[in-house]
């Protein structure tokens, strides 16, 4: 049965092609190994060269565990010899054990002050919204020094809620100058592209967006760099968290398990590199009726605090669907100051307050215990 399972594994990974060399990876000699265990357990050993696009590692992931009776996979990747990368045509190599290729290292950017990522499982839950309404609240005072970087290339929707759609950031000194909205300095692909322009990366472009906004852009001296990410766990995650040194990520779900169980994921992925998880914010948590105060909960009701409890991590926000939050983001003037005694803008001023006191004390590497 392992047999079986090892030749359909193998099958399905001639699938994958790798385009600096024409031929699928297993005829490439990428795949090195691959063994199954007795419960379905895959691993794969798989010569990854410099030149090789990095996303050939989740395509062969992707590709094994589509096939039928695969419980889970395990990649061990390894650097192939050369400037040519792994496969055929590198460089042979001894027959040793081979080595991990080593991540390539975040730099410390000091004047990027504490860089977070705020990311969702999936899309749809008001990531961007928590994003700008957060900026705002951390630079309400006038004195924290606060940057959005719109990072999310397949949607960059930052522009449109800040009111700077039309705007195209200046070049001075060989250095992209961020546009000022609402004392908050902002960088985004919809300011730099058309509207109409579609976005078809790969891996490598997107890394060499993130890469030049954070060192290409006059950020000057922040407080905060807060990152909108497109949902899920891909290229542009992985991007961030081998440029910069990124002090934590919040985690922004709603109330409904389908999103719960994506944003789980999502912060599985920030563990797993080393970056820590300051907390969960539940968006659209309830809808506030503006004529009666009621609480009505629209789309189910628990899962910020169950996904919040199964991490040991704290829920730091339940921010209400108000009516007037998504009508203010299409003016580009966030709730926080349009409206600051509504309860969405409480809510996002209380995260503001919970958010510098999880980073100061990650910072610190004092333990967290969930509240």
Same mark, same amino acid.
């Given at each position: 049965?392992? #047999?079986?399972?090892?030749? +359909? ?35 794969? =050993? ?15 992931? *992707? =590709? ?15 650097? #192939? ?31 990027? #002050? ?77 300011? *730099? ?51 910069? +040194? ?5 985690? &922004? ?49 628990? #899962? ?6 199964? *991490? ?9 669907? +108000? ?25 996002? =001023? ?8 999880? =980073? ?8 967290? &215990?969930?509240?």
């Amino acid at each position: 049965m392992a #047999g079986d399972l090892e030749a +359909q594994v193998r099958s399905a990974l001639r699938a994958v092609m790798n385009p600096r060399l024409g031929e699928d990876v297993v005829a490439s000699g990428m795949v090195e190994d691959v063994t199954v265990g007795g419960d379905g357990e895959v691993k794969i =050993a798989f010569t990854l060269g410099r030149e090789d696009p990095a996303t050939l590692v989740r395509e062969v992931r *992707l =590709a094994a565990q589509a096939v039928p009776g695969v419980r889970s996979v395990k990649m061990q990747v390894t650097g #192939g010899g050369g400037a040519g990368g792994g496969g055929r045509g590198a460089q042979q190599q001894p027959a040793t054990t081979p080595k991990p290729v080593p991540a390539p290292t975040a730099r410390e950017l000091p004047h990027l #002050g504490k860089v977070i990522a705020v990311s969702s499982g999936k899309g749809g839950v008001g990531k961007s919204t928590v994003t700008v309404n957060l900026a705002a609240a951390l630079a309400k005072d006038g004195v924290t020094r606060v940057g959005v970087m719109d990072a999310d290339v397949y949607g960059p929707n930052i522009p449109r809620m800040l009111g700077i759609l039309e705007q195209k950031p200046a070049v001075a000194n060989g250095q992209i100058q961020p546009i000022a909205a609402h004392g908050v300095k902002v960088i985004s692909l919809g300011n *730099l592209v058309e509207r109409d322009q579609a976005a078809i990366w790969r891996g490598p472009i997107i890394m060499k967006i993130i890469q030049q906004f954070l060192g290409d852009v006059d950020w000057g001296q922040l407080d905060w760099l807060l990152v909108d990410l497109p949902p899920g766990t891909g290229d542009a995650q992985l991007s961030l968290v081998q440029s910069v +040194q990124v002090a934590g990520a919040l985690i &922004v779900t709603t109330p409904q398990e389908v999103a719960v169980g994506d944003a789980l994921r999502g912060a599985k992925m920030f563990e797993r590199v080393g970056v820590p998880v300051l907390g969960i914010v539940e968006n659209m948590s309830y809808f506030h009726c503006p004529h009666c105060g009621e609480r009505t909960d629209i789309f189910s009701s628990g #899962g910020g605090q169950r996904l919040a409890d199964e *991490l040991g991590l704290p829920l730091l926000a339940q921010v209400p669907l +108000q009516e007037r939050v998504q009508e203010l983001c299409e003016t580009g003037l966030p709730v926080v100051l349009a409206e600051p005694d509504s309860p969405a803008a409480k809510a996002f =001023a209380a995260l503001a307050a919970a958010l510098a006191e999880r =980073a100061a004390a990650a910072a610190q590497r004092l333990p967290i &215990v969930a509240s």
